[in-house]
């Protein structure tokens, strides 16, 4: 009769039960498996078989016919996570070990030597048999802190496969894994107070993440961009628990998690260099895994010298900006990543950057200046809520002594305009038109200003309600429960005059 067992498998961000099945029959000797196992799988029986014989068990004979299912069948099967299951299936079906497998869950890459090596995806793996109410779920010993994460779920740490026998038979049983207190503490390396000037733009970076607002930067080099663009996660509020395992498990899937540490506490930030493929931004593959979109989930995704991106990867943030997810379809698959992200965008005015300097010389013609803007659509930049200058700091702010206001004033801020947001049900950014004609009623010289803007700045429909929102958030910020005309002017500030100036 053949042996059954549970493992799982990661499909998106969630994990799906596995049942592996194996059947052992006399005959001409092969070990096959079966149900779209990849190359990693296949190669399993490699392992396994080594593994086995390494840990004092008997190998699979040449007498014999060794056949694996790995169901659903339809459902493509990747990487090394099933080699614990399938050689325990054959130790349970060659009667070498006996156990009821009926509520236990395994996962592990097996050595050679038997010893049992770290896999990806545990934490979704560990919520997936809470879920099922699996009893004891059984993960190498180096995922057993990720793991420990679930709560009211019994986790068995695995070193190695003659270790695992022994507890299966009974012997020398192997002690549940005790959950660890969390110590709640986010640190971040870079602070607001170490950033002299530019208070015009801490401003705009407040104002972004308190609204959820993106965010483009754009001046000369060494101006502070990517110094500022660094700092902006320490003035997001702190993620509540629920954020953090979700952060957490996107980057369990994606092998980024430490051992030592899995939980993540601190608002992701994530800068890719802008030759990265389309593919690494929003995600894919041959088997569907995060892109870095969906590693800056509930964080910052910051991207330096933006108009050097590929277009296509650029015309791909368009559906994750707009919608907080990305769908990666392909052939074989369709999946949902998140993407809840604050953009922060950052660019030089010119190719040699010195367009707008005071100080130095432009040596661009106007035909290269307007061919190298123009590689940013129209569309991509309606998208951006807050547009900033960021012009060189004088000299006697750097050399002056005096500190700036630290992330930590500015984060409580931001803390309490979202409060108030989250009290309306949604951050200002994400309001539907019906939330935004609910909440952000204006008064008439407020209407008139708007009137305005719209005519001589051309703002579209999604630049108009842009203005709202960001208006909204300012008021937010004022702890004000109604939109003044100080607010809506400021608001527009942040808007680019017209598509002409990129």
């Known amino acids: 009769m053949p042996a059954k067992l549970k493992s799982a498998a990661i499909v998106g961000l969630d994990a799906q039960i596995i049942d ?66 399938i050689a325990l299936g054959y130790l349970l079906a060659s009667s070498q070990i006996a156990f009821d497998a009926k509520n236990r869950l395994f996962v592990g890459e097996l050595s050679l030597d038997g010893s049992i090596r770290p896999v990806n995806g545990v934490l979704p793996m560990a919520i997936l048999a809470k879920n099922k109410k699996i009893q004891e779920f059984y993960v190498p010993a180096q995922n057993a802190a990720e793991a420990g994460l679930v709560t009211d779920l019994k986790i068995i740490p695995v070193s190695n496969l003659k270790e695992l026998i022994s507890h299966l038979n009974q012997k020398n049983i192997i002690k549940a894994y005790v959950q660890q207190p969390v110590s709640w503490q986010a640190e971040y390396l870079f602070d607001m107070a170490h950033i002299k000037g530019q208070e015009h733009v801490k401003r705009a970076l407040e104002i972004a993440a308190a609204g959820g607002h993106n965010i483009l930067l754009s001046g000369p080099p060494g101006a502070g961009k990517t110094l500022l663009a660094r700092a902006m996660p320490s003035i997001l509020p702190e993620m509540p628990i629920e954020e953090a395992l979700e952060v957490s498990k996107i980057y369990s899937i994606a092998g980024l998690l430490s051992n030592k540490s899995p939980l993540i506490q601190q608002r992701p930030f994530r800068a890719p260099h802008h030759t990265c493929s389309n593919i690494a931004l929003v995600g894919g593959g041959t088997w569907p895994k995060p892109g870095e979109i969906s590693l800056s989930h509930h964080g910052v995704l910051f991207l330096d010298e933006l108009p050097e991106f590929s277009r296509t990867a650029l015309e791909a943030l368009r559906q994750p900006l707009e919608n907080k997810t990305i769908n990666v379809a392909r052939v074989n698959y369709s999946v949902d990543f998140p993407a809840n992200f604050i953009l922060v965008a950052a660019m030089n005015p010119c190719p040699c950057g010195y367009a707008s300097d005071p100080y130095h010389q432009c040596t661009c013609s106007p035909s290269a200046i307007k061919h190298y803007r123009k590689k940013l659509s129209g569309p991509l930049l309606d998208r951006i809520d807050l547009h900033v200058e960021v012009s060189a700091v004088k000299y006697t702010k750097l050399a002056s002594e005096k500190m700036a206001e630290a992330s930590e004033q500015i984060q409580k801020r931001v803390q309490l305009a979202q409060n108030r947001q989250l009290k309306r049900k949604a951050i200002n950014s994400q309001m539907t038109l019906g939330q935004i004609a609910e909440f952000c009623k204006i008064e008439a010289a407020g209407q008139q200003l708007l009137r305005q803007a719209v005519d001589q700045m051309h703002l579209s429909a999604r630049g108009y309600h842009r203005v709202l929102k960001i208006s909204r958030t300012i008021a937010d910020l004022s702890q004000d429960d109604n939109i003044q005309t100080q607010y809506i002017a400021e608001a527009l500030q942040y808007r680019p005059i017209c598509s002409a100036d990129f």
Do not use: W
Not at 42 to 70: D, F, I, Y
């Open 20 to 85: 592996v099945e194996v059947d052992i029959s006399p005959g001409l000797h092969h070990f096959i498996i079966v149900g779209l196992p990849d190359t990693a799988v296949q190669e399993s029986r490699q392992r396994v078989s080594a593994a086995v014989k390494n840990s004092g068990a008997m190998p699979p004979r040449k007498s014999h016919c060794l056949t694996v299912n790995l169901a659903p069948a339809d459902l493509k099967k990747q990487g090394p996570a099933y080699d614990l299951p």
